[in-house]
Nanobody
């Protein structure tokens, strides 16, 4: 079973950038499709981005498209989420998730598709 640990969150100002990282242990991250989700206070957890095992397919939520890039470094057993031009609506606890998804043309995007989750890293964007 793979374990996931997120890092890279913090307090930034509107317009700033952050790079979140998800480090996998226990199994090679190359076996998994990976996703990022977020949950703001009082709101349900929502999809942000996902990538297939080999990186052949990526998908973004409309709310972040054009500002966010998901990437993976299977050699380092990591997945990254580069977020640019952040705004206060991006403030949330960001979770990394993994699933054994073998298709490489399109990643899973539903929470129920993912079976392993990290503890989350907090992103707070001030005005």
């Amino acid at each position: 079973q793979v374990q996931l640990a997120e890092s890279g969150g913090g307090l930034v100002q509107a317009g700033d950038s952050l790079r979140l990282s998800c480090t996998a242990s226990g199994r090679a991250v190359s076996s998994y499709a990976m996703g990022w989700f977020r949950q703001a206070p009082g709101k349900e957890r929502e999809f942000v981005a996902a990538v297939t095992r080999k990186g052949g397919g990526v998908y973004y939520a409309d709310s972040v498209k054009g500002r966010v890039t998901i990437s993976r470094d299977n050699g380092e057993n990591k997945v990254h989420l580069q977020m640019n031009n952040l705004n206060p609506e991006d403030s949330a606890l960001y979770y990394c998730a993994a699933t054994l998804w073998y298709a490489d043309y399109a990643p899973p995007i539903r929470q129920s598709d993912f079976d392993t989750w990290g503890q989350g890293t907090q992103v707070t964007v001030s005005e």
